[in-house]
């Protein structure tokens, strides 16, 4: 059964502290690896997709990378506006149509 | 782009009335998703459907919990009788491509938190 488990559950930092969030995943061959963010009283918004290992994908202050096992969300001088829940996700082949499995997320607060 | 849209936003019920939600999807996206997503927890998926069709109801309580997509387009899901662990958000996503996933996923609605005292 696919596993997708993050941590830290929850995570504290000062403005322009840098940090990284982990995505812990077992699923037998990997189609894509998701990462979300999602503020309260809302819906998960997409951030980036990861195919292989090795890939890195940059958005402003964020950067996703991933290996065979675990991907991480590195977080660059982090602001008050990225305080949210990110979730990591990921879909295997054969499962239909992009079904996705995803972690508990980890809630960051980012403190001014 | 419009995005997912759903209502109602919030509903409160007593444990074994009857509850419904809306979604309307993104104009031409065929493939349609219901999450459910518990407080503290990561969404996770209930029913899929592929234009009219089901693709994946494995993880739906189908003695309680029924949904269907007339026309390929809105969707309803509906709880009857709900049950106080039915309490969660109620999360409808659309996707454009059936099969490989693109780079952007899919788009959420803002959801229906629904609250079972």
């Known amino acids: 059964e696919d596993q997708v488990t993050q941590s830290p559950e929850a995570l504290r930092l000062q403005e322009g502290e840098s940090s990284s969030l982990n995505c812990s995943y077992t699923v037998s061959g990997l189609r894509g690896l998701f990462w979300y963010r999602q503020d309260p009283g809302k819906g998960p918004e997409f951030l980036f997709t990861l195919y292989s290992a090795g890939e890195e994908k940059e958005k402003e202050r964020l950067k996703a990378t991933l290996t065979k096992k675990e991907s991480f969300l590195h977080i660059t001088a982090p602001k008050p506006e990225d305080s949210a829940t990110y979730l990591c996700a990921v879909q295997r082949p054969g499962q239909g149509a992009q079904k996705l499995v995803f972690g508990q997320g980890t809630r960051l607060t980012i403190n001014p | 782009e419009a995005g997912v849209a759903q209502s109602p936003r919030y509903k409160i019920i007593e444990k074994r009335q009857s509850v419904a939600f809306w979604c309307n999807p993104i104009?031409?996206?065929?493939?349609l998703y219901w999450y459910q997503q518990i407080l503290g927890q990561g969404p996770k998926l209930l029913i899929q459907f592929q234009n009219n069709g089901v693709v994946d109801d494995s993880q739906l309580p189908k003695d309680r919990f029924s949904a269907e997509r007339l026309k390929g387009v809105d969707s309803t899901l509906k709880i009857q009788p709900a049950k106080l662990e039915d309490s969660a958000v109620y999360l409808c996503?659309?996707?454009?491509?059936?099969?490989?996933?693109?780079?952007?996923?899919?788009?959420f609605g803002s959801g229906t938190r629904l609250t079972v005292v």
């Open positions: 996503a659309s996707s454009r491509i059936s099969g490989r996933t693109a780079n952007y996923g899919y788009t």
């Open positions: 104009s031409g996206h065929a493939t």
